[in-house]
């Protein structure tokens, strides 16, 4: 398994109920099961990861559900532009244009293996744009809320990201 370092896992996390609801500006409200995510098409990504705190874990490769394929799944209605990834805390999210989230992958497994809930299983969102912050990497993805404005009050994954460093 990689040198990804890992923060205790909030106590409101239970992959055992883990489900991902896409909601908002969508032709069709979607819940997915891990079943269901795990139906659609797998794509890998490998690269490096950089946190804020100052160390890198080299070489990673997710695998997992490009965010395109879903939201493409749920309908986006005209208009909708931004997106809000919320994590299943409820404490972590972040504010997207649906642009660039829907180059992301929901990961579901790292290096080969399921991706373990220390890590951000079931699914963790994996930006892989050029333009990515480390804190957009959002653990135990539960909900996607597509809207069209964005959603910069309720964006509080750099926040939290940066209180953690010394």
């Known amino acids: ?10 106590a409101a996390v239970d992959p055992d109920g883990w489900t991902l609801s896409v909601t908002g500006t969508v ?29 890198v874990a080299d070489g990673l490769s997710w695998r997992g559900v490009r ?3 879903v939201l493409d799944r749920a309908g986006l209605t005209e208009g909708s532009e931004y997106a809000l990834v919320r994590a299943m805390d409820g404490d972590y999210a972040c504010s997207f244009s ?12 790292l290096d080969g293996e399921s991706l373990p809930v220390e890590h951000g299983g079931p699914a963790r969102l994996v930006p892989i744009d050029s333009e990515r912050n480390c804190w957009e990497h959002i653990k135990w993805v539960s909900a996607i809320e597509v809207g069209e404005t964005p959603f910069s009050d309720a964006d509080t994954a750099k926040d939290l990201a940066l209180s953690r460093i010394e």
Do not use: K, N, Q
């Open 27 to 55: 032709d069709r409200s979607l819940r997915l099961t891990p079943d269901d995510l795990a139906s659609f098409p797998l794509e890998t990504a490998a690269d490096d990861f950089a946190c804020v705190e100052g160390w």
């Open 1 to 10: 398994m990689s040198d990804l370092r890992t923060h205790d896992v909030p």
């Open 67 to 69: 965010v395109g394929t």
């Open 98 to 109: 649906l642009d660039r989230l829907r180059e992301s992958i929901l990961a579901l497994e």
